[in-house]
């Protein structure tokens, strides 16, 4: 007879959600990123378009047009604020799905070790079966050898 751990129902949903918690992680991660890039592009081109502007001299620009440069940088400065806003509750987000994952992941080794220690019992038992029974053979062996 093979060996069947018990648990295996539970120990495989436990890696199931060690894997979405995995998933999850990797989102956030992504997100997080993916705004901290933002926030870096908004200050590049923050202070690439006002090096532009104050590179031009002062009476070679149109009032509409400095205008609308101005604009720009606002609009700039503006959306890397409200980037930097969301920032703490992306960080925060992580934070949770990491830890999410690292107690799914000793959930799941727990049973690791526990379906471990089983086969290795299960092998003891096993082997000691093996013994007796070629104890057995070897016993009656040198029986029948004594009796012819």
């Not at 926030?39 to 923050?46: C, P, V």
């Not at 940088?73 to 509750?89: F, S």
């Not at 999410?100 to 959930?107: G, Q, S, T």
């Not at 299960?122 to 062996?141: C, F, P, S």
């Amino acid at each position: 007879m093979a060996f069947r751990f018990r648990l295996q129902a539970v120990l495989e949903h436990r890696r199931h959600q060690q894997e979405a918690a995995m998933a999850e992680l990797a989102a956030k991660l992504g997100s997080q990123t993916q705004c901290e890039q933002q926030i870096a592009w908004l200050e590049k081109e923050f202070r690439a378009a006002r090096g532009q502007l104050g590179l031009r001299p002062s009476g070679s620009i149109a009032a509409k047009d400095f205008v609308l440069a101005n604009e720009y940088l606002t609009v700039l400065r503006l959306t890397a604020l409200r980037e930097q806003a969301r920032l703490p509750a992306l960080q925060a987000e992580t934070e949770q799905a990491r830890l999410k994952l690292v107690e799914a992941d000793r959930r799941c080794r727990v049973l690791e070790k526990l379906r471990q220690r089983h086969k290795e019992a299960y092998d003891r038992q096993e082997m000691l079966k093996e013994q007796r029974l070629l104890d057995e053979v070897a016993v009656g062996a040198y029986a029948r050898r004594l009796v012819s």
